[in-house]
């Protein structure tokens, strides 16, 4: 719950991809290329601001100067058969899937269910559905997103949720939303974009 890093540590180092939780459980964070993106709950709305001025309880990042680009199958829409694709699209480009690694992943989504955290500091029980009851959620449908995601298969419970090996969290195109990605159900057209090695 409480700040364990201030994202100001980010600021100006060169190609920082991040993604993670603010102190406290009071939004969400994403930083692509070095540019930060805050999500916060404010009554019944979501403001976005591009600041560093934040603490993360939760915070995973990666410096990557150089993607590459794979076309994702057609036939891959639900969240299960892209982490799949993921692993094998990464294994085929030289990435050592037994480690953390970063990936992008942008275009038109079919569907995207989405939340921002915004705990209630007097509940001490975290589950999944809390994190979903305090915080505001979404459906985001036929609509153009870029994605910051991180894998990990040892990962459960401290940078994923438990039971996932996937932690993503997305923006609209012209930045009117961005949150935590619950659900995803992709659309034609999508790239991945993974490390160069």
């Known amino acids: 719950m409480e700040g364990t890093i201030s994202l100001q540590e980010l600021e100006g180092k060169p190609h920082v991809y991040a993604l993670g939780a603010m102190e406290n459980l009071q939004g969400e964070i994403q930083v692509i290329d070095g540019k930060p993106l805050l999500s916060r709950r404010t009554n019944e709305m979501v403001t976005l601001s591009e600041s560093f001025e934040a603490s993360a309880a939760l915070l995973v990042y990666a410096q990557v100067p150089e993607w590459q680009t794979v076309a994702v199958a057609s036939m891959v829409r639900s969240q299960g058969q892209f982490e799949m694709f ?112």
């Open 86 to 197: 993921l692993l094998q699209e990464a294994k085929k480009v030289g990435i050592d899937v037994t480690k953390p690694f970063p990936f992008l992943l942008t275009g038109t989504v079919a569907r995207l269910d989405w939340h921002i955290v915004n705990w209630d500091l007097n509940n001490t029980q975290h589950t999944e559905e809390n994190h979903l009851q305090y915080g505001l959620n979404g459906v985001l449908s036929n609509g153009d997103v870029e994605i910051i995601g991180f894998y990990s298969k040892d990962h459960q419970g401290i940078f994923t949720h438990m039971k996932e090996k996937t932690h993503m969290h997305f923006k609209t195109d012209n930045v009117s939303l961005a949150g935590h990605v619950d659900r995803i159900f992709l659309g034609n057209d999508m790239i991945l974009k993974l490390p160069k090695q």
